[in-house]
């Protein structure tokens, strides 16, 4: 028990040294999920170890407290599984096709190795190959986007400096590129990274533009306006996965066999879930994008049943006639070349 509090005390005097604006009692209620008086305990025996704390709320309503950058020195060292998690994830990135975000987040690895202890990194090295061959996800196959070079760099340019963009674009539905400014409002990262984006006539719906089809891009020089009601975080919610449609009140029932495991599951930021009286899990939510509903939903089988709305309905039985065509389609050739 003593170990496991020490450890909480080392974990709050690291939070309070990797934040700029500080933090309050109640981030570390929200971080341990302790009590108040436990949080008043935590930071006590923080600024007892460490004659560097400080407040820094100047002050304002609420009291915050951290520690200057470097005070902890050599008390904190990577782990290999963290160092195999970031190495992971730009595998992963690279597999999708995000070379950029990819080798930024290898370059923050190998900064923490090069400030990693020499004897501590020849510890943890084997542990980290063991698990980087478990993991085997820059082995991993399967269809990526390639995005053109730079695209990445010039896209957070803009939107960090409410810049617009001139680009050209191809369209799904033509196939035949067009110029058009947009201002852009960030990024989606979903089956493909998206672009969410407004026309720079005059603000209206922002749309998404998939990455994979843009061509040259420009920056602007000239800021634009952003709308000050125009939530990121929101406009995403609105969709099951990437794809914006109109919402619809959506309503799941998984049997009683499968509710446990579909608990596990978050099938959307804005969800409610409750068991039924024969032990059911209903879920209820608020977004579009029937057709990603959709494709999900078929992977549960027949263990979910689409109570709202009934056009999810048609659209899974939809999904499953083109499949069925498609498999007896391809049975039908097999046969023929038999």
Known sequence: MHYLKLEQILRLALAFQGTREGLSLADIQSEFGVARRTAERMRDAVARVFPQFERCDNGDRVRRWRLPPGTLGGL????????????TAAAELARRGLRERADLVASAAQKLRAITRPDHLRRIEPDLELLMEAEGSAL?????????????????RAILGALPVTMEYRSRRSGVPYTTTVHPYGILYGSRPLLVAAPQACWSEPKLYRLDRIGTLEVGNTPFVRRADFDLAAFAARAFGTWQEEPLDVVLRFDAETAEEASQWRFHPTQQAERDGEGRLVVRFRAGGLTEMAWHLFTWGSSVEILEPPSLKERLVDLLLEALEHHGGALAAERLCA
């Open 76 to 87: 904190v060292a990577v782990s290999a599984e963290e160092l195999a998690e970031l190495d």
């Open 140 to 156: 991993r196959p399967g269809p990526r986007p390639v995005l053109p070079p730079g695209l990445l760099t010039k896209l957070r």
